[in-house]
């Protein structure tokens, strides 16, 4: 059986997800948890460079 690279689990099917630019084959929970976080960092990201001010590159 698959194992996640994640979690160490064994699972019976693997996703291919990409993370930090390389793709990495996890199972279906490390998936949405990875998917989730990606969200969470993008959503703060945007909210610190709007209390910054920031309006792009000039």
């Known amino acids: 059986m698959p194992t996640c690279r994640s979690c160490k689990d064994e699972v019976d099917e693997l996703v291919a997800v990409k993370v930090e630019g390389r793709r990495t084959k996890v199972c279906e929970d490390c998936a949405e948890r990875i998917a989730e976080e990606a969200e969470i ?10 209390m910054m001010g920031y309006k792009g590159r000039r």
């Open 41 to 50: 960092a993008e959503l703060s990201e945007s909210v610190v460079q709007d």
